[in-house]
């Protein structure tokens, strides 16, 4: 590891465990200039941060351009943020079809918050069109009998 990466990681480091401690001002002091360059957690924490004015005025423009490119990263909290900015319409306007796309997303990469999301969506017809087999698949999947949720 060469020196500026060795200080990327320290400042990433620094900027989540401010975050952690709920020292929002410093965190996005330190997760900024990360966030700047792309870095896709710094991006996902200031997304959090901008969303839910947490050591700033709230921003929510910013918060769904972090968001969204933190989850083109394959960054999986981000790509579950973003469906559920999606799927409330928080940050944008409410997609039911785009919010599928991001927990979807999110859960090829093990997130079983998103595989229980998208089971409750189909199941409920929350935003897409009810689809039981398919709810059913997604609460299996996610490791929960779906004759609770029946």
């Given at each position: 590891?060469?020196?500026?990466?060795?200080?990327?990681?320290?400042?990433?480091?620094?900027?989540?465990?401010?975050?952690?401690?709920?020292?929002?001002?410093?965190?996005?002091?330190?997760?900024?200039?990360?966030?700047?360059?792309?870095?896709?957690?710094?991006?996902?924490?200031?997304?959090?941060?901008?969303?839910?004015?947490?050591?700033?005025a709230a921003n929510p423009g910013r918060a769904l351009e972090a968001m969204q490119q933190a989850a083109d990263q394959d960054h999986a909290l981000a790509q579950h943020g973003l469906g559920f900015m999606y799927l409330e319409g928080e940050c944008v306007e409410k997609n039911?079809?785009?919010?599928?796309?991001?927990?979807?997303?999110?859960?090829?990469?093990?997130?079983?918050?998103?595989?229980?999301?998208?089971?409750?969506?189909?199941?409920?017809?929350?935003?897409?069109?009810?689809?039981?087999?398919?709810?059913?698949?997604?609460?299996?999947?996610?490791?929960?009998?779906?004759?609770?949720?029946?």
């Open positions: 590891m060469n020196r500026d990466e060795a200080d990327t990681e320290l400042t990433l480091s620094s900027g989540i465990s401010a975050f952690e401690a709920k020292q929002f001002s410093r965190a996005y002091e330190l997760l900024q200039g990360l966030a700047d360059d792309g870095h896709p957690e710094a991006l996902y924490r200031i997304a959090v941060m901008s969303q839910n004015g947490l050591g700033m039911g079809e785009l919010a599928a796309h991001w927990f979807e997303k999110a859960a090829e990469q093990g997130l079983l918050g998103s595989l229980t999301t998208l089971a409750m969506m189909y199941n409920e017809g929350n935003g897409v069109p009810r689809d039981e087999a398919r709810a059913r698949a997604y609460f299996e999947k996610a490791g929960f009998d779906p004759s609770e949720f029946a």
